[in-house]
């Protein structure tokens, strides 16, 4: 334990060690950032659990970061992963908590223009967060001037062309940041998806560094990632050798004829490995824009097959727990681009077997209904002005399915109690030569995955009942609760009707709870949930 490391009790206490510990930051042996407070009682750590990467019972309190004064050398733009073009300042280089700092992030053009950053101005930068170099502000009085008092260098201009590749640079409209739109064809994107796709959290290809990967694609030995199945013991060893020949490094084993291979076979071997992984990770390896670890498994659990991820609709997508539209549009984007169709065909043609559970989640399924399809139009952009949640419900409580949907016509739900026009609105949606195939296709898939929901034999407590879930609850999410009373028989639906068997209302509950009180639906609190799973546990 560290000799720093101390208990108290209450707001004051922990503000009054983190002021000690600050005066004394200068004077300690090594770099500190923050300090982080935690929970003494392991009853109470066990009691406010974790989130996705962190204990609840644990939180840092950062110092401020360090700052210094350099001089900015040039300005120039990097590609990322996702084709993100981020201007970066190279500095002369100057000492910030203790790392020499050479380059710094400008992020993005808004970023370069609120500063109004040029060559050869004075700036000061820090560590965000003590890790990441980035310029604070500039020292506009120390900046160059000419004979007639204005700035020797003009303002930076992010680049219209790709730096890498060529192809142009484009930022969508409320988009922060610029992207090349060569895609896989640009050397830079591919790199970045070559080491990500490599990365431990992703396919975990041990060997394959980053400038393994480097080597590999200047030499012409990988352009996709699908193209690592393909490589043999032979040609790693001939892109080292050729590595070696450019660099001028060529070992003095290699001129007389000692090679060593055994780096090359265990890449092979790490590389073969890696044909079976789980659906989540091959998920999160493919790089697909705003869909990181969390996500992926989302969509690996409610889906269960790599199959069915690639040809679900954004209006499908939705309905995956945490996919909001500009998520959805992305995962759906990136499989209808023919070129990572491609890659992903490339890839089980190699063998890589993504091992999923085979069958969609029931918590997936029960979010699937015919009301989901609407909202998630209406988000999507659809026309379905004036058509509110409450007709929505409606038309979903009458209608199990688009077929039924259309067998109503526009008299049909106003019958239901929705208006006239939002009414005729949804009638003339699914005539539109867009929305109304994209309806019809989203509603295949539905029918295709519940034909593939498996079916439990035996007959459970809650079998042939509806349970809807509504509000927070402490010991468990409502995801989980909903797979336990699924595999006791129950539907578990996202809206409250008249067919509801009961609902379970936790902290903060809403609209769902109100409305299971008008209809008179019976209502359980979180307490009679957990005794009702305890003693029906399987």
């Not at 352009?223 to 790693?236: G, H, K, P, S």
């Not at 067998?407 to 208006?419: I, R, T």
């Not at 595999?487 to 379970?504: D, I, N, Q, W």
């Amino acid at each position: 334990m560290s000799p720093e490391a101390d208990t108290t009790r209450g707001a004051d206490g922990l503000l009054a060690y983190y002021a000690r510990i600050g005066e004394r930051r200068d004077a300690l042996p090594y770099e500190i950032d923050g300090v982080v407070y935690k929970l003494d009682r392991f009853e109470q750590q066990r009691a406010m659990g974790f989130v996705a990467r962190a204990p609840r019972w644990a939180i840092a309190h950062k110092y401020p970061a360090r700052e210094e004064a350099t001089t900015v050398e040039a300005i120039e733009v990097q590609v990322g992963r996702t084709g993100a073009i981020t201007p970066v300042a190279r500095l002369t280089p100057v000492q910030v908590a203790g790392v020499v700092v050479t380059n710094a992030t400008l992020h993005n053009a808004d970023q370069i223009a609120r500063l109004d950053v040029r060559v050869g101005d004075a700036v000061i930068v820090r560590r965000a967060g003590d890790v990441i170099p980035e310029v604070v502000r500039v020292i506009t009085e120390r900046r160059p001037l000419d004979g007639d008092g204005k700035p020797v260098h003009a303002g930076f201009d992010m680049p219209v062309a790709c730096p890498a590749c060529g192809s142009a640079v484009v930022r969508e409209e409320g988009e922060s940041v610029a992207r090349c739109t060569g895609g896989l064809v640009c050397p830079a994107q591919r790199k970045q998806a070559l080491i990500h796709f490599a990365s431990r959290r992703a396919m975990d290809i041990e060997g394959l560094g980053e400038r393994l990967v480097e080597d590999l694609v200047d030499l012409g030995f990988l352009e996709t990632v699908a193209d690592l199945y393909r490589l043999e013991l032979d040609d790693l060893l001939a892109m080292r050798r050729r590595a070696d020949e450019r660099d001028g490094t060529t070992p003095e084993t290699v001129k007389s004829g000692k090679v060593a291979t055994k780096w090359a076979e265990n890449l092979v071997e790490s590389i073969d490995r890696s044909r079976h992984t789980r659906l989540e990770r091959l998920l999160f390896a493919l790089g697909i824009l705003q869909t990181g670890e969390e996500t992926a498994k989302a969509l690996a659990k409610a889906f269960g097959t790599l199959d069915t991820v690639r040809r679900a609709d954004a209006l499908v997508l939705m309905s995956v727990p945490d996919v909001g539209p500009k998520v959805a549009q992305s995962i759906a984007a990136f499989f209808a681009e023919p070129h990572n169709e491609a890659v992903i065909d490339a890839l089980l043609a190699a063998g890589v077997v993504p091992e999923g559970s085979g069958a969609p989640s029931g918590t997936l399924l029960s979010r699937l209904g015919l009301a989901a399809l609407l909202r998630a139009a209406k988000q999507l952009g659809a026309p379905l002005d004036g058509l509110g949640d409450t007709s929505i419900e409606r038309i979903g409580e009458h209608c199990a399915s688009l077929a039924a949907l259309k067998a109503s016509g526009a008299h049909g739900l106003v019958a239901m109690g929705v208006p006239s026009g939002p009414a005729k609105a949804v009638m003339d949606l699914l005539e539109d030569s867009h929305w109304g195939p994209r309806l019809t296709g989203a509603q295949a898939l539905v029918d295709e995955l519940r034909a593939l929901s498996p079916v439990s034999s035996a007959e459970g407590p809650l079998q042939g009942q509806t349970v809807v879930l509504t509000g927070a609850l402490s010991a468990m999410t409502r995801d989980a609760a909903g797979e336990q009373l699924e595999a006791l028989g129950a539907k578990v639906a996202g809206s409250v009707s008249r067919k509801t068997s009961f609902v379970v209302a936790g902290e903060a509950a809403g609209s769902k709870l109100a409305k299971a009180r008008q209809l008179g639906v019976e209502v359980w609190d979180e307490a009679r949930l957990l005794e009702f799973l305890a003693r029906h546990a399987r």
